[in-house]
């Protein structure tokens, strides 16, 4: 299938009160609950689409889904039917699903490890200017979509054919990552995948992860906007999970953070995109980042 974008992501959370706290003070969105009904749950806006993360109530602390977009019904109905040709298990969503997410249709399905995903086309928008509650100018979403979600994938071979045949995602770069300085550690293959000019919307990591996501990573236009979300992070004694570094792959600067359903999010600006796929020569990099990333101090 044809993917556009990632177009939002769902989590679990036991209080998605922390949610609206953690998402304007911390991550600079706007809480826009109240004005899509959400009730219990918490929707955050951080572009013109009406909401890029919705945040249920539950039972459980956990990452919920991926929600992947593509751009017209004749992808759409590509999507459904190579879902159908490969044998997948998915379900079309009701009238009801359809208007909480907002979008034409949608059709719901997992991968071999579990991990949701949702398809849709024809996202609905009233295009509401996005006014960061915390001063923030922009989001780097538009063609380039929310950013990106790094998933736990531990039938590594049949999940990357997965993303590879059924979900029509190529690979950027990869690495084999070790945990432990241990060199008896078998070596975890963690794979980048894209699907636009984003040098990856998705990653896959050979290794589970009971919170049901590695990181998701939300972009900024600048540096600058990096450092005062590391002081609002500080400010509001959210936990520290990784330092601020610079990729080797993806060329971001960053730093990560706990959210408050458990999985870590990555904050970052500077993000390299890639204009011609077919100029890019997949490498496998031996190290994270240039400079920087310790995420010792997330063990602390
Ligand atoms: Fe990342």
Redesign the pocket.
Known sequence: MKIHSLGYIGVNSTDPSKWAAYGTNVLGMMDVSEALNGGDNVFLKMDDRPYRIFIEKSEQDSYQLSGWEVASPADFADAVQILESKGVNFERASAELIATRQVQDLVSFADPDGNKHEVYWGPISDFGQFASPVGIKEFITGDQGFG?T?LPTPDFDASLAFYEDVMGFDLSDLMKVRFTPDPAEPEKRLYFMHCNERHHSL?ILECPMPTGCV?V?VEVDSVDEVGRAMDRMKAEGTKLTGTLGRHANDHMVSFYMASPSGFMI?YGAEGRTVDDWSRYSSFQSTVNSFWGHDFSVGHE
């Open positions: 990106h790094v990653a990181h990573m990555e």
